[in-house]
């Protein structure tokens, strides 16, 4: 399994960015993924997770809510993060997870390469 992410860069505060993941090996519509983040001296956070296998449970943290969006498309087997007025507190190496089965009960199987986005003030 390999999930391969993509859409990093050095952004403007206010601008947007569009994160994407792409897997192989795994269908991912039958499994919860979701977004982690990690800035320079601080610990890792998850900022955004999706449940699979047809449910439909979405979770933000407080962090991100109401600017970023997590999506998936089954066709292209792509896991998406659309974030929006992007803040210098948004830097950080981002990377996509897929769990073990439908839903975060099952833990953190397959980690991405991690895309790193840099917000200057």
């Known amino acids: 399994v390999q999930l391969q992410a993509s859409g990093g860069g050095l952004v403007q505060a206010g601008g947007s960015l569009r994160l994407s993941c792409a897997a192989s090996?795994?269908?991912?519509?039958?499994?919860?993924f979701a977004w982690f983040r990690q800035a320079p001296g601080k610990e890792r956070e998850g900022v955004a997770y999706?449940?699979?296998?047809?449910?439909?449970?979405?979770v933000y943290s407080d962090s991100v809510k109401g600017r970023f969006s997590i999506s998936r498309d089954n066709a292209l087997n792509t896991v998406y993060l659309q974030m929006n007025n992007l803040t210098p507190e948004d830097t950080a190496v981002y990377y996509c997870?897929?769990?073990?089965?439908?839903?975060?009960?099952?833990?953190?199987?397959?980690w991405g390469n991690g895309t790193l986005v840099t917000v200057s003030s």
């Open positions: 997870v897929v769990a073990g089965g439908s839903s975060c009960e099952h833990g953190v199987q397959y």
């Open positions: 999706s449940s699979g296998g047809g449910r439909s449970t979405i």
């Open positions: 090996g795994i269908t991912l519509g039958n499994f919860a």
